[in-house]
């Protein structure tokens, strides 16, 4: 073991207060499995954690009928045993069954896993597709992004000097969305996405038509992105794999993956293709 | 067969402790006024130490001891646990600390602090100047003829192995076709789930040292720990807790010497335990070997001439590296009948982590190369790919050109059969069939998913006799109570060699398994000689000297019971703890009745059997594996989806401890040949994967169906027939499932893993 400072806030204000102060020296803590492994590379003597787990407004998963109000310190484990997520938001349920182990999910949060800013998180494509909002409550108040303009790249994102993420925002998506999730990587469990992809297509009602499609990336990029210009190439078309592989090629050429010990650059950007592919193959109902 | 624990699926004798999470490892360990060691390992693949100052780490409070080169005895030495033996080629250049760094990793300073948070910071304070040399990261560029020099070997080839049996070259005219290819596999580790380098010592006022070790050979590790640090081996004792996993990785000296040493000159207790990273990092790995293998056949399927050259990645040091040649070429020689074969092995050096022992010991790389060539040759001679091992695999009574002694019992043929049903391999194999089963099936034709089965043989050793002296050493010793005690050098590395003696040994007695317990921890000071846990020796080796003891006790026992009951000992037998006239099985006596008259009666003694030698041979075990696979072609990911694995394990002592080792080895087996693969960059040297997230060791998840098939062809010379089973589960896997794949898609791949990359590179090149 090793020593390390530790606070322990009981309010968001009073949070916000010492992470300002502390600013650099001090990191919030939510589930800890992304902050202890940074703590073993940058040393534990020199900073100190908040940990942000006695805080009240930063649990729980609320839904109203039309938004679900997920707290920054939801497990993930938690999001996966809500049967609303599961009955509402199933592609976010698909990410979060794919993030991991058992024993991180039960750890892992959802405010941590878009606070690390991962290229490879799970949870943010699925969160892309829903056009989440993240509230951020910081020293000037509480503000409200989008979190296609959260991420600024490998570890980086919006959050100011005192910020926390503290919750997510989803609207409920229009009757008859389907969608899926797809993540490719080594093993089929406990594996960072070398890709992965969630997609959401709204069909025109009462015809083989799309209406909206989208679909985000990960792992594939500095930061998990929505694949617009495939999207806008899916508005208006016939469902169906030609459309879909058209949507996908696309989709593959807006991915600059990195060349790593995981796999080759190649190799990542073909596999954006075959997953997106294959997710809107799924989520019309074929199969993979 | 009609043994009473022999053959029984008993519970493990260390499950319960196990299980419960109450087992206590070396790591979960402590003494009073124990300190932490800490390594300072080198940031450079090779570098010469210009300077090194301690000074500052020195006055740090709370370090009780800094070690470098200068403070280490300056005896080289090999950590490979080998007995002095005629196969054993220990070239010693080793010390327990550096002066000159081969590896990234490699130790060249050592602390011990009162708590790991200053022994870290102690390591900080160590200022070391380095002259960085090229790292020499491949076998290509260290034998280039400029290149520095790791060691004195000239070309840094440590050793060359030829072996040569009729004449290759006469074999090549007489073949119809020859075939050459070249294979290639690489660095993989072992893994255990705990982590390798693990010792705690205790130096105590007589000169003496104890170290408690997570190793697989109590009395070896003792003596080359001792030699290292210029004692005599008796001033070191092992004591050798449970063990949680090893697969070789443990087979030798790990880090004994450095935490002995620390101990001994702080003058108290020292823990000394690897991380993750550092068991990566710094402890002995699989060899990766690059094998040209030329064989001539007939058309008939006769070999003519089978050739080997093989060029054998050894890492920084020696250790195992010139003797592991030896079983290299034994397993190519052994696997198919050849008038002419020629071996040629070279040990190489590289500034990568030095190789060692891990499950197999060369086999698995062998076997990959041999038996996909062989399956190449059948697919281009349009032979069964059944029938051209059936015909060629050496038999019962043949002389197995591993040993030089004749094959005692042999049921591949049968495994070959019955493994060959289950996986269903007639229907499987033929493409027709199989197309329409698919389309009855809704699979279309130009479905990206592809299936395919193919299989594999092998065959393995029952210790490294003649190589390797095999020495064990048990005492039975009978209570007043009539339960037992075995004294053995346990060196279950969870295996579960500790309950398959105890069966042996209940077994001999005649006593009910519960009433005989096995001393769980090795000690070195306690038990006698033992070679330890390698070459799958225990049950063979082991059990012969258990059931040897046992037998002797058991002799006195019913000399002593045919006085009380007035019969010839000859009439007498004993089960489940009572002695009884065979053919008036209404007298008997008890075991404890007996034992407690010997301890109390007129003549007191205590009933002991003690025996140590070497087992009588080295009886071959054989497998078969077949495996279906279903290959993706878009994504080029190759799935298993089942494994039927067929071994010849002599007697099971236990069928479900041997079940067991199987279904635990083709795991590593299938991550071997799919998923496994130690990097480093090739300009630096520096590891890229030394963690969990990126090494991938298989999932349970990941796991296909396992269908294990006991053969059990016994032994003439094992205890109850045993052979063995220890490293036997993985030796066939990767190409079995390297065949399938060529059956399913039509590439083969020659360099493991066989990633979805290399997959799909092949099928465009395939399709071009
Ligand atoms: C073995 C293993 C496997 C993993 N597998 C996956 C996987 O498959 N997919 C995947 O996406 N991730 C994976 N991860 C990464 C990690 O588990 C997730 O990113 C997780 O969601 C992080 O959440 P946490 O609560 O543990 O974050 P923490 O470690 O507590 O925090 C992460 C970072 O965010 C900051 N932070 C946390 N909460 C807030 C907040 N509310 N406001 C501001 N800053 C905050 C912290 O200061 C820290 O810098 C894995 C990790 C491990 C160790």
Redesign the interface.
């Given at each position: 073991?090793?020593?390390f400072n530790y606070l322990e806030p009981g309010s968001l204000w009073e949070a916000v207060g010492i992470l300002e102060g502390l600013e650099g020296k001090a990191f919030p803590l939510a589930g800890g499995t992304d902050l202890v492994r940074t703590f073993k590379r940058i040393g534990f003597?020199e900073h100190g954690v908040i940990n942000l787990k006695k805080i009240p407004e930063l649990s729980g998963v609320k839904f109203d009928g039309q938004v679900m109000s997920i707290g920054a310190l939801s497990t993930v484990s938690e999001l996966l045993a809500n049967s609303e997520v599961d009955e509402h938001f199933p592609v976010l349920a698909q990410a979060a069954r794919a993030l991991g182990?058992p024993q991180i999910r039960n750890l892992a949060t959802i405010g941590g896993n878009l606070c690390t800013s991962s290229p490879a998180s799970d949870l943010a494509p699925a969160l892309l597709a829903y056009q989440a909002k993240i509230i951020i409550t910081g020293p000037n108040g509480e503000r409200e992004v989008a979190v296609n303009e959260f991420f600024k790249g490998p570890g980086q994102n919006v959050l100011d000097r005192g910020e926390i993420l503290t919750r997510i925002d989803l609207n409920l998506p229009v009757p008859g969305t389907i969608g899926a999730f797809l993540k490719?990587g080594?093993?089929?469990?406990?594996e960072?996405a070398l890709v992965n992809t969630a997609v959401l297509i709204i069909p025109v009602r009462g015809s083989d038509k799309i209406a909206v499609a989208r679909i985000a990336l990960g792992a594939v990029g500095p930061t998990p992105f929505r694949a617009w210009q495939a999207e806008e190439q899916l508005a208006g078309a016939e469902g169906g794999l030609p459309q879909f592989e058209e949507a996908a090629k696309i989709a593959q050429e807006l991915a600059s993956p990195i060349d790593d010990?995981?796999?080759?650059a190649d190799?990542r950007k073909?596999?954006a293709g075959?997953l997106v592919k294959r997710a809107l193959f799924q989520a019309w109902g074929g199969k993979v | 067969m009609g043994y009473a624990v022999v053959g029984q699926r008993v519970p493990r004798v260390d499950a319960r402790e196990k299980v419960s999470g109450r087992a206590l490892f070396t790591g979960d360990m402590t003494l009073p006024h124990m300190l932490v060691g800490k390594v300072l390992r080198s940031p450079y693949a090779h570098a010469q130490i210009v300077r090194i100052d301690t000074t500052k780490a020195r006055s740090l409070p709370g370090v009780k001891a800094v070690l470098t080169f200068e403070d280490v005895p300056k005896i080289p030495w090999n950590s490979a646990g080998f007995p002095p033996s005629p196969g054993a080629i220990l070239m010693e250049d080793q010390y327990i600390l550096t002066d000159k760094v081969r590896y990234v990793g490699d130790g060249l300073a050592a602390v011990a602090a009162v708590d790991?948070?200053t022994a870290n910071r102690a390591l900080e304070l160590i200022e070391v100047e380095y002259e960085v040399l090229p790292a020499l990261m491949d076998m290509e560029a260290a034998m280039a003829e400029d290149a520095p020099l790791i060691h004195a070997a000239p070309q840094n080839v440590m050793a060359h192995m030829p072996i040569v049996i009729g004449d290759v070259d006469q074999g090549f005219a007489d073949a119809d076709i020859v075939f050459e290819d070249t294979y290639y596999v690489p660095k993989v580790y072992q893994v255990s789930m705990e982590p390798c380098g693990v010792a705690m010592a205790a130096p105590d006022m007589d000169g003496r040292v104890t170290i408690w070790t997570s190793t697989q050979m109590p009395h070896l590790v003792r003596g080359i720990t001792a030699h290292a640090l210029g004692l005599s081996t008796s001033q070191v004792r092992i004591i050798k807790p449970p063990v949680g996993g090893a697969f070789g990785s443990r087979l030798g000296v790990v880090n004994e010497p450095i935490a002995a040493l620390l101990a001994i000159k702080a003058g108290k207790p020292v823990m000394l335990k690897y991380s993750r990273e550092e068991s990566f990092l710094a402890t002995e790995s699989r060899h990766p070997i690059k094998m040209i293998l030329k064989t001539g056949i007939k058309k008939d399927g006769t070999f003519t001439a089978r050739q080997m050259t093989a060029y054998i990645d050894g890492g920084a040091y020696a250790t195992h590296t010139p003797s592991f040649a030896g079983p290299v070429a034994g397993w190519f020689l052994a696997m198919y009948k050849s008038p002419n074969i020629k071996v040629d092995n070279y040990s190489v050096y590289t500034n990568s982590t030095q190789c060692g022992a891990f499950r197999g010991y060369g086999n698995p790389q062998v076997v990959f190369a041999v038996e996909s060539q062989v399956d190449d040759i059948a697919a281009a001679l349009g032979l069964d790919p059944l029938e051209i091992r059936l015909k060629n695999h050496p038999c019962a009574g043949e002389v197995w050109m591993w040993s030089s002694w004749v094959i005692e019992s042999c049921g591949l043929d049968e495994g070959i059969k019955r493994a060959s049903e289950a996986i269903g391999w007639g229907e499987k194999r033929n493409k027709q069939e199989r197309l329409e089963y698919a389309q009855g099936n809704g699979i279309t034709a130009d479905s990206t998913k592809k299936r395919g089965v193919g299989m594999a043989y092998m065959m393995h050793v029952s210790g490294a006799r003649p190589m390797l002296h095999e020495t064990s050493a048990a005492v039975v010793k009978i209570n007043e109570d009539g339960k037992a005690n075995l004294i053995y050098s346990n060196s279950d590395c969870g295996q579960g060699a500790g309950t398959a003696l105890t069966q042996v040994a209940a077994e001999e007695l005649g006593l009910n398994y519960e009433d005989v317990f096995i001393t769980k921890t090795a000690d070195t000071d306690v038990a006698g000689f033992d070679i330890g846990s390698h070459a799958s020796r225990q049950a063979y080796s082991g059990g012969n000297a258990v059931k040897k003891a046992a037998a002797a006790a058991k002799e006195k026992l019913l000399a002593m019971a045919s006085e009380i009951l007035e019969v010839p000992a000859a009439d007498l037998e004993v089960a489940e703890g009572m002695i009884r006239v065979r053919q008036e099985p209404e007298r008997e006596i008890s075991v404890a009745e007996v034992s407690h008259k010997a301890h109390f009666g007129s003549h007191g003694h205590q009933i002991i059997g003690a025996v140590s030698e070497e087992p009588p041979g080295n009886p071959p075990v054989y497998a078969a594996q077949f495996v279906e696979v279903e290959v993706d072609t878009?994504?080029?990911v190759i799935e298993v989806l089942k494994v039927v694995a067929a071994h010849d394990v002599g007697t099971a002592i236990n069928p479900a401890v041997v079940e067991g080792q199987i279904e635990g080895a083709i795991q590593q087996g299938i991550g071997y040949a799919l998923?496994e693969e130690y990097?480093y960059h090739p300009g630096t040297g520096k590891p890229?994967?030394a963690n969990f997230?990126?090494y991938?060791i298989?999932?349970?998840?990941?796991m296909p169906e396992v269908e294990t098939i006991l053969v059990e062809a016994s032994s003439e010379s094992g205890p109850f027939g045993a052979k063995s089973v220890g490293e036997s589960g993985l030796v066939a896997t990767a190409a079995a499932i390297a065949n399938a794949v060529y059956d399913a898609v039509g590439i083969r791949i020659k360099e493991l893993p066989l990633?979805?990359?290399k997959v799909?590179a092949a099928l465009e090149q395939k399709g071009n």
């Open positions: 073991m090793q020593n003597r182990t490719h080594v093993r089929k469990s406990h960072i010990v995981r796999a080759s190799y073909h596999m075959v | 790991e948070e878009e994504t080029g998923t990097r890229l994967n997230t990126d991938k298989l999932t349970a998840v990941d990633t979805p990359e799909l």
